[in-house]
T-cell receptor, first 115, second 116 residues
């Protein structure tokens, strides 16, 4: 069974559209993340949720809205897509916050292409 | 500020050569954790190792070895007798524990190209 799964894996859409990426983890972790990897492979955190509570919200346009219905799911909705949103979006999970230093488990990534 | 620097953008080697990837970090925390991840061409991110700031013992796992030196704030990674399957982007990451909710800071990555 896949530990962290994201759907869709590929997403091609037009500028101005709205799209969502879903993420689920079956590891029993309580913390989930969204990372954005740009064309230069740089990984940057966007959001993090702990037990459905938003705990990290980096400087991300408010067109990006995460939602965590429960601690096993973290979805990402993007409104009014722009060319610069093209990237690979990785979902990840870990157990605990700063007090627990578990590694991140990543999903396979969702490659978003905005035309 | 928390920072991870991987100064080598790309390293090209011929199979069976050794390759060392440098990672230098900055943090004011006394307790922190360092990681290495591998991203092969298929795109997934694979965890390789975690090391805490109180454990400077070097580690070896098969052809992989890691050299952690607090004195120079470095956590270098060596692949011995490289193979084509080692071709990937390797990321060093720092996780600090104060006032950060366990945030990870990744380096820019080093692309390793191993040719037959």
């Amino acid at each position: 069974d896949t530990a962290v799964s994201q759907t869709p894996k590929y997403l091609v859409t037009q500028m101005g559209n709205d799209k969502s990426i879903k993420c689920e983890q079956n590891l029993g972790h309580d913390t989930m993340y969204w990372y954005k990897q740009d064309s230069k492979k740089f990984l940057k955190i966007m959001f993090s949720y702990n037990n459905k509570e938003l705990i990290i919200n980096e400087t991300v346009p408010n067109r990006f809205s995460p939602k965590s219905p429960d601690k096993a799911h973290l979805n990402l909705h993007i409104n009014s897509l722009e060319l610069g949103d093209s990237a690979v979006y990785f979902c990840a999970s870990s157990q605990g916050l700063a007090a627990n230093t578990g590694e991140l488990f990543f999903g396979e990534g969702s490659r978003l292409t905005v035309l | 500020a928390q920072k991870v620097t991987q100064a080598q953008t790309e390293i090209s080697v011929v199979e069976k050569e050794d390759v060392t990837l440098d990672c230098v970090y900055e943090t004011r925390d006394t307790t922190y954790y360092l990681f290495w991840y591998k991203q092969p061409p298929s795109g997934e991110l694979v965890f390789l190792i975690r090391r805490n700031s109180f454990d400077e013992q070097n580690e070896i796992s098969g052809r992989y070895s890691w050299n952690f030196q607090k004195s120079t704030s470095s956590f270098n990674f060596t692949i011995t007798a490289s193979q084509v399957v080692d071709s990937a982007v390797y990321f060093c990451a720092l996780r600090w524990t104060t006032d950060s909710w366990g945030k990870f800071q990744f380096g820019a990555g080093t692309q390793v190209v191993v040719t037959p």
